[in-house]
């Protein structure tokens, strides 16, 4: 990528970032951005976010590829991974070889399923101002040794502009708001995966194409993931319209 290309898309990353003040906001929708920003100025094969409820407990709410969700799910379920870590810590974690004996130790089965998934290195970041963390960044790369220092301290300065544009959007909001949050964040993965569902059996292409091709339209048109997701369920978006792949989606695990 040309130096003012980056630059022109470095700063409208900031801007979207911290554009959270708007009817219709919805924490989904905008991590999934996050995650599209993320993987454009980042040398990264996938990225995805674990957030904190009002419980402490991790919720999966969004990852760039279907391999990235299923590698979060994995974090959830046996409780172990670096994103875990990370939320639970309060700094950052790695960048750490998936090959090598630290990660097997410490994460023996969701290291397992990453190096399955094709991916050999992966670091976390905090979603966090001072000292509170409402959640991680996880990064994936297919190459030991590929997480370097400066897309680190890119990837984190991302995550800081998401984390003060997402509690914002809380100040605005009442209480009741708040708390319903990141339970209509689950209902809006269900969303999602019945979408990509609908695809996979109609287009007979596998989840994470379908998932490409999802995110792909939904960006393309400037409209809801959610949304499209939701209309392709009800029956209301041309399944025909996912046919095709899009010309610049990357082959990614």
């Known amino acids: ?16 970032l911290a554009d959270t003040l708007v009817d219709g906001f919805h924490l989904v929708d905008f991590l999934h951005v996050m995650t599209d920003h993320v993987g454009e100025l980042l040398d990264v094969a996938a ?8 419980q402490g407990r991790l919720v999966n709410v969004a990852a760039s590829t279907h391999s990235a969700y299923q590698l979060e799910e994995v974090q959830l379920e046996f409780d172990e991974g670096p994103c875990r870590d990370c ?42 101002l001072r000292e509170e963390v409402i959640g991680a960044l996880n990064l994936f790369h297919t190459h030991p040794g590929a997480l370097c220092p400066a897309d680190l301290r890119l990837g984190q300065a991302l995550a800081d502009a998401a984390t003060i544009g997402i509690l914002h959007q809380r100040l605005a909001r009442d209480q009741a708001e708040q708390v319903g949050q990141l339970h209509t ?7 999602i ?3 990509k569902g609908v695809l996979v059996a109609r287009l007979d ?4 194409a379908a ?22 369920i009800e029956g209301t978006a041309d399944t025909d319209l996912f046919a095709t792949p899009p010309a610049d989606a990357p082959h990614r695990p």
């Open 1 to 16: 990528m040309a130096q003012p290309e980056r630059d022109e898309r470095l700063a409208r990353a900031f801007v979207e």
């Open 47 to 54: 990225a995805g976010v674990i957030m904190v409820d009002a």
């Open 87 to 128: 939320c639970r810590r309060h700094e950052s974690v790695g960048p750490v070889d998936l090959a090598g004996p630290t990660a097997a130790r410490r994460w023996p089965r969701f290291t397992e399923a990453a190096l399955a998934a094709g991916f050999a290195a992966v670091a976390a970041l905090p979603l966090r």
């Open 185 to 191: 964040a689950l209902n809006s993965r269900i969303v």
């Open 193 to 195: 995966e019945q979408a």
């Open 205 to 208: 292409i596998p989840p994470d």
């Open 211 to 232: 998932f490409t091709r999802l995110r792909a339209h939904a960006r393309a048109h400037r409209s809801s993931l959610t949304l499209l997701c939701a209309q392709v």
